[in-house]
DNA sequence: GGATATATGGAGTTCGGGCTCCGCTTCGTC
DNA sequence: GACGAAGCGGAGCCCGAACTCCATATATCC
């Protein structure tokens, strides 16, 4: 877990009191926007961290800039869990981080749609993590722990998909998206009867509809 | 495809003119919450229905209503598709019923957080939904076609997991939930091979707690 | 410890979108 | 075709939530 999103390095550092309002706001605002979504109100991300509205506005210049902080810090979370699984060289990195990285999306739900949407914060930590899921990828295909037809935008499916059953499941079952996740897995490995069709049918989605789909940068 | 709504047949019938307008309103705001989302505004679904505000808020009491009465449309055509699949005797009803109601959501994306919550409208045809969903199961099951340790819990948080596909491509890429579809029914089928555990570890979600979550009533 | 730039809180302002009101129109019946 | 009931449009009301302003307080530097 790193910290929660240092602001950009080039700004002059913020007076101590100031940086460390700045993280309680926005560990309340983790806090709330888990519990009641993101159409919370300000005043009560305000409230939770103990400090008025001035603060909060003077450390993040809007609501949407609060959010976006708070998606760059899970998204350079998600990046370490990325780094993590590469060490595994059994194969198993990509199905351990399906894992943890559903586990990271549950404890974080709230702000889950703008994690995969085309806001800037933490670009570069979802560039590395996205790299690092084609190498874990290619190692559990190698180690025939997953078929070869799948490509690293299924993958990426495959978390939109978690995060679907997450956030519906959230308050009343918190840990069911765990045995989804299970299912989902499953049909990743190979196939090993011929009873039914093998191979998928549909084109997987293409890096360019990817793109276009989690940020039209670069 | 179900005539959209009609509205409670105890209350005496409107008038053509407004009967027609309300079938306006109901496909308008179709249109516009598939594209906008549901904070689309009510302003924009008259126009687009080619009718005023008030004529709006007279058909529905407030713009709930009319995102309820949507809801309840989509519930009956869901419970249509249901009867649909039951005449396959061959147990591929379940994945027919899977991909249609899929192909039903991607249609009507834009009220799809509604359509599993506890709202009130078409409970009924929700429910003989659910009942027909465990009878194709079953039929599944027995037809070797799924293994028999997934249950009817398991099917609706696959319906959840598409869901959360279809919301996320449905712009750039509208039919790539159909390839994330294939991965989860292979998810689903008999493991023939003992090279991986061919068990599910975790607890299927309970039906309690599927009420809990999909409608506290009754 | 004094000077000063920086930070704070919370009452008010603004604004967007849901909703209402009422003078005029249309439908359906006799 | 006349009459009453039901329906219509859209300008404006209203509320809630994002945001601002400034008198006061605090950290940092020497």
Redesign the pocket.
């Known amino acids: 877990m790193t910290s929660l999103a240092p602001a950009s390095v080039t700004d002059?550092p913020?007076?101590?009191?100031?940086a460390?309002?700045r993280e309680r706001l926005l560990t309340a605002a983790a806090m709330v926007f888990a519990e009641h979504g993101m159409?919370?109100?300000?005043?009560e991300v305000a409230r939770v961290a103990?400090?008025?509205?001035?603060?909060?506005?003077?450390?993040f210049?809007?609501?949407?800039a609060l959010i976006d902080a708070l998606v760059g810090g899970i998204r350079e979370d998600l990046r370490d869990l990325a780094r993590s699984a590469a060490t595994r060289t059994d194969g198993t990195g990509l199905e351990e981080l399906l894992v943890t990285a559903a586990e990271l999306q549950a404890a974080r739900s709230g702000c889950l749609q703008r994690l995969w949407d085309h806001s800037e914060a933490g670009r570069d930590a979802i560039e590395e993590f996205r790299t690092r899921v084609v190498e874990l990828l290619h190692s559990a295909q190698a180690q025939r722990r997953v078929r070869s037809e799948i490509t690293s935008t299924d993958i990426t499916m495959v978390f939109w998909s978690v995060r679907g059953v997450i956030e519906t499941t959230r308050t009343e079952a918190p840990t069911a998206w765990r045995r989804h996740l299970e299912v989902l897995i499953a049909g990743l490995r190979p196939v090993a009867t011929d009873q039914f069709a093998s191979k998928l049918t549909e084109k997987p989605l293409t890096e360019a509809e990817l793109r276009r789909i989690t940020g039209p940068n670069r």
């Open positions: 002059k913020l007076r101590r009191d100031a460390e309002n159409d919370a109100g300000v005043e103990g400090v008025g509205m001035g603060t909060l506005y003077r450390r210049p809007s609501k949407q």
